[in-house]
């Protein structure tokens, strides 16, 4: 039986770890965790923020992919959207799903992510 979702993997490209730190822990406010050594020696590097965990793991020939992307539940979407935005990252709202505000951002390597907050009342 599952009972959570242990964290989501994305894809970077190599070398892109100190973009990658800038923006998960500076634009989303997330936390660097350590990776166990032995997977430390393949690049990349976690983030959390809470019980979320997002891995990003060094690929070859790596592209972002276009359509897959986590879903990132979030409070006070409003001003998480206006951090974002005054961090220099890109907001693109999106009213297409009832019940909630949601908008999407792309990491510095071109990684989709969706933050949404349900709309409540």
């Known amino acids: 039986m599952i009972t959570a979702l242990d964290h989501v993997q994305l894809a970077a490209p190599e070398g892109s770890e100190d973009a990658l730190r800038a923006y998960y822990t500076d634009v ?3 936390t660097e965790i350590a990776k166990p050594p032995v997977l430390a020696a393949r ?3 976690w983030f959390a923020a809470g019980p979320v965990q997002l891995h990003l793991g060094i690929e070859a020939d790596f ?3 276009r359509k897959a992307h986590p879903g990132l539940r979030v409070t006070g979407i409003e001003a998480y959207a206006a951090r974002l935005t005054e961090r220099g ?3 693109v709202w999106d009213g297409n799903l009832p019940g909630h505000r949601r908008f999407y951002s792309h990491d510095p390597v071109g990684n989709r992510l969706e ?5 409540t009342g």
């Open 63 to 65: 592209r972002p992919a």
């Open 28 to 30: 989303l406010g997330m």
């Open 89 to 91: 990252a890109e907001v």
């Open 43 to 45: 690049g990349g590097c």
């Open 115 to 119: 933050f949404l907050e349900p709309v």
